[in-house]
């Protein structure tokens, strides 16, 4: 059973930068599809972006399409997402997900906390 776990979350100011970093367990097969999904304070979990293991095709919530980059490093087995312009509406718990159909939710990682203040 793969296992997933993220670092790379914290407090950061609007307008600001984050990267969050997930790196699985094990050699990903290329079929395996990794994610990252988040959850507000009050709200249900949503999806925000996943990648294909082999052909590298990103995945997008319209909410952080060109602001967020989704992308993988296949010989560390670690994916990542990179947060431009951060909003405050942006804070959330997010959780790495893996999994070999699209959305990826077979596999989930801890989570990281995301703060963005204003």
């Known amino acids: 059973q793969v296992q997933l776990v993220e670092s790379g979350g914290g407090l950061v100011q609007a307008g600001g930068s984050l990267r969050l970093s997930c790196t699985a367990s094990e050699r990903l097969y290329s079929s395996y599809i990794m994610g990252w999904y988040r959850q507000a304070p009050g709200k249900e979990r949503e999806f925000v972006a996943a990648?294909?293991?082999?052909?590298?095709?990103?995945y997008y919530a319209d909410s952080v399409k060109g602001r967020f980059t989704i992308s993988r490093d296949r010989t560390e087995n670690t994916s990542y997402l990179q947060m431009n312009s951060l909003r405050p509406e942006d804070t959330a718990v997010y959780y790495c997900?893996?999994?070999?159909?699209?959305?990826?939710?077979?596999?989930w990682g801890q989570g990281t906390q995301v703060t963005v203040y204003s």
């Open positions: 990648i294909r293991q082999g052909t590298g095709r990103e």
């Open positions: 997900t893996g999994g070999s159909s699209y959305p990826p939710q077979t596999t």
